[in-house]
C-alpha cells in the first residue's frame, strides 16, 4: 500500500508531501492544476522515462519518494532476492534522483539499485489505469495474463512446470540441429574437435601454474638487477677491499663507545642497550644478504624455458579460455560433443526419446491448463457482464474465449481472446473493433471489480476513468471503485462530483502563482471543503446556495452507500 508521496522540484512542483489513505482516495482540481504532473511523478520514481526538461526551472535536480507498506509475500521474496534491508518493519521506500545532465540515480531503502530492479518489484507494489492502460485490453496478447490471474494459484502452479517441462524441451530440440549434420560436415567436425582437445590435452596444464610461472619469470628477468642491487647493499652493510668501511663496522664502533661510558649515566645504559641490539640485527641481516647472494641462480635456460611455456599458456587462453580454469572446461565440453558426434545416431535416437516424452508431458499440462481456462472463462465472463450491467452498460454481453493454436509454448497451447457486443442483435465481436474509449474505461473498471479478489496488487490508480461518463452512470461507476476499494488501496483522479463524492480521503490540486512563479499545490480536504469541491465540479462558474446543498445531499448520500458496500 502507497503511505506517502514526496516530490520536490518537479515541473511546476516546488515540494509537496501527500500520506494516502487506506481505501478510496479521491484527486480533484481544475484543467491544467496538475493532475496529470501528480501521476507522472508516480510513474517516474516507479522506473518510468523522464526527461530532464521535467526538473523544475532554476533547479540542479527533481527528488521523488514513495513510501510503502508491503504485506505481499511475493514482493518481500522478491527484495530478498535483490538483497534489499527491509529493517523487518515492511516499509519501503523508493526514491529517484533526476540530475541536470539527465542522468537518474533509483534508490530502495537507500541502497542504489538499477531501473530492472524498480520495475521488476513496483509491478507487484502498483498499478496504473490511464487511457494507455485501457488501450491494452485491445491488444489480445494481454489477455491470456489476465485470464490467469482470475484462475489464481492452480494454472500458476500448472504454468511453473510447464515452463520447466518446455525449457527443457527446447534445450533439447536445439540440441538436434548439432546432429543434423551430413557425413562430410560431421567427419570436418570432427576432426577439429580431435584438434581442439589434443592440444589442450598435450600442453598438461596445471590449474595456477599461470601466476607461479609468472613469479618465477619476473624473478628471472630482473635477475641481474637484484643481484647488482643486492651487492651494493652487502658493500653498504660490510664495506669493501677499498677500505670503504661498512654499517657493521660503524656501529660496532657505537658500541665500544657507548660502552665505554654506559657507567656514568644510567640514560646512556639505554642507548648501548638499543645500538646493541641494532648491530645484532644487522649481523642477522648481513648474513641473510649473503646467504640470498649465494643461493641466487640466474640461469638463462630457465628463463627460455619458462617464457615458452607461458607464451603457450597464452595462446591457449586466447583460444579456449580466459584461465586455465575456463579453458579446461572447454576441453571438458568438447570432449563431451565429440562423443555425441561419433555415437550420433545413439544420441539423436536418445534424445528423439527424451523429446516425445516430454512432448506427451506437456500436452498433458497444456490439457489441464484448457481445462481451467475454459471452466474459468465461463464463469468470469457472467461476472464481468453482471459488473458492466452495474456500470450502465445494461445490454452488454462479454465472453472469453479460449482456442487451440497450432503449436504450444511455455504457456501453453490456449489462444485467448474477449469478445464483446454492446448492443442487443450485434454479434460477439473483438474489443478492438466494438469499444469506444469511454466503454475501455468501464470495461477496465468492470475487470479490475472481479479481479478484486484474486489480485495481489495493493494499490491501484484509476486516470481518466471517467472519460465519456456523466449521470447515472458516473454514479455506478462510483460504486463499482467503492467495491474495489473493500479490497485494494484505490487512487482516482476525476473531474465528475459523483465520483469525489464516494472518496474516504479528498485531495485538492491547485496551481497557485506567488512572486511570478508557478507552483502545483496538492491538500487534504476536510468534509466542508470537500463538499465545497463537489459544488465546484457541480456548478462550475458561479457556486450557489442550491448547488452547495446538492454536494452536501451527495456527500451524505456517497456515506449511506459506502456501509452497505
Known amino acids: 500500500m502507497l503511505i506517502h508521496l514526496h516530490v520536490k522540484n518537479y515541473a511546476l512542483i516546488d515540494e509537496i508531501n501527500v500520506d494516502f489513505d487506506d481505501n478510496l482516495n479521491i484527486l480533484t482540481g481544475e484543467t491544467g492544476a496538475g493532475k496529470s504532473i501528480i501521476i507522472g511523478s508516480i510513474n517516474a520514481v516507479l522506473g518510468g522515462k523522464v526527461s530532464k526538461d521535467m526538473i523544475r526551472t532554476g533547479c540542479d535536480s527533481a527528488l521523488i519518494e514513495l513510501l510503502f507498506y508491503v504485506d505481499n509475500n511475493v514482493v518481500l521474496s522478491k527484495l530478498h532476492e535483490y538483497d534489499i534491508n527491509m529493517d523487518n518493519n515492511k516499509e ?12 537518474s540515480v533509483f534508490r530502495m531503502n537507500g541502497q542504489v539499485v538499477t531501473t530492472s530492479i524498480v520495475k521488476d518489484i513496483s509491478t507487484k507494489l502498483i498499478d496504473i489505469h490511464g487511457q494507455h492502460e485501457h488501450q491494452s485490453l485491445l491488444n489480445k496478447k494481454n489477455h491470456l495474463s489476465l485470464l490467469d490471474t482470475f484462475c489464481g494459484v492452480d ?69 641481474k638487477k637484484i643481484i647488482k642491487s643486492m651487492s651494493e647493499i652487502h658493500t653498504y652493510v660490510n664495506g669493501d677491499s677499498t677500505n670503504m668501511t661498512g654499517a657493521i663496522d660503524q656501529i660496532g664502533q657505537a658500541v665500544r663507545l657507548l660502552s665505554g661510558i654506559k657507567t656514568l649515566d644510567k640514560n646512556i645504559m639505554n642507548m648501548e642497550e638499543q645500538i646493541s641490539n641494532i648491530e645484532i640485527m644487522l649481523s642477522d641481516f648481513n648474513r641473510d644478504i649473503n646467504d640470498y647472494i649465494s643461493s641466487f641462480e640466474l640461469d638463462e635456460s630457465r628463463y627460455f624455458e619458462i617464457e615458452d611455456r607461458i607464451d603457450l599458456i597464452n595462446n591457449l587462453k586466447m583460444k579456449y579460455g580466459d584461465t586455465i580454469e575456463e579453458i579446461l572446461k572447454y576441453k571438458e565440453e568438447k570432449e563431451k560433443y565429440l562423443e555425441e558426434l561419433i555415437n550420433h545416431e545413439e544420441h539423436l535416437n ?7 516424452t516430454l512432448k506427451n508431458e506437456i500436452e498433458v499440462y497444456c490439457g489441464d491448463l484448457t481445462k481451467i481456462r475454459k471452466e474459468k472463462a465461463k464463469h468470469i465472463s457472467k461476472l464481468i457482464v453482471n459488473a458492466l450491467r452495474h456500470i450502465n452498460l445494461l445490454n452488454t454481453n462479454f465472453i472469453i474465449e479460449v482456442n487451440r493454436a497450432n503449436k504450444f509454448n511455455s504457456n501453453g497451447w490456449d489462444e485467448i481472446e474477449f469478445l464483446i457486443s454492446t448492443n442487443v ?11 469506444s474509449g469511454g466503454e475501455l474505461s468501464r470495461i477496465m473498471l468492470a475487470i479490475k471489480s472481479v479481479l478484486a479478489g484474486s489480485d495481489d496488487i495493493e494499490s491501484l490508480i484509476f486516470d481518466e476513468i471517467d472519460t465519456g461518463i456523466s449521470g447515472k452512470t458516473a454514479g455506478l461507476v462510483a460504486e463499482k471503485l467503492v467495491q474495489i476499494s473493500k479490497e485494494h488501496q484505490v487512487i482516482c483522479i476525476t473531474h465528475l462530483a459523483q465520483i469525489a463524492a464516494m472518496g474516504d480521503a479528498h485531495f485538492i490540486i491547485q496551481k497557485k502563482v506567488k512572486d511570478n ?19 465546484r465540479l457541480l456548478g462550475g462558474i458561479k457556486i450557489t446556495d442550491a448547488v452547495i446543498a446538492n454536494a452536501k445531499e451527495m456527500k451524505d448520500y456517497a456515506e449511506e452507500v459506502k456501509k452497505i458496500q
Open 92 to 103: 519501503l521506500l523508493i526514491t529517484r534522483k533526476i540530475n541536470i545532465n539527465g542522468r
Open 425 to 435: 442483435g450485434e454479434p460477439l465481436k473483438s474489443l478492438s473493433k466494438v469499444a
Open 350 to 356: 536418445q534424445i528423439n526419446k527424451e523429446i516425445d
Open 155 to 223: 494454472v500458476l502452479e500448472l504454468k511453473e512446470k510447464l515452463r520447466e517441462k518446455y525449457a527443457y524441451y527446447m534445450e533439447l530440440s536445439s540440441k538436434i540441429d548439432h546432429f543434423m549434420l551430413d557425413e562430410h560436415t560431421r567427419k570436418k567436425e570432427i576432426s577439429f574437435l580431435e584438434y581442439e582437445i589434443n592440444e589442450i590435452t598435450s600442453a598438461n596444464l596445471i590449474i595456477g601454474e599461470d601466476e607461479k610461472l609468472k613469479e618465477e619469470y619476473t624473478l628471472l628477468s630482473n635477475g
Open 517 to 535: 512563479v508557478t507552483h502545483t499545490l496538492i491538500n487534504k480536504l476536510d468534509k466542508e471543503s470537500s463538499i465545497n469541491e463537489l459544488a
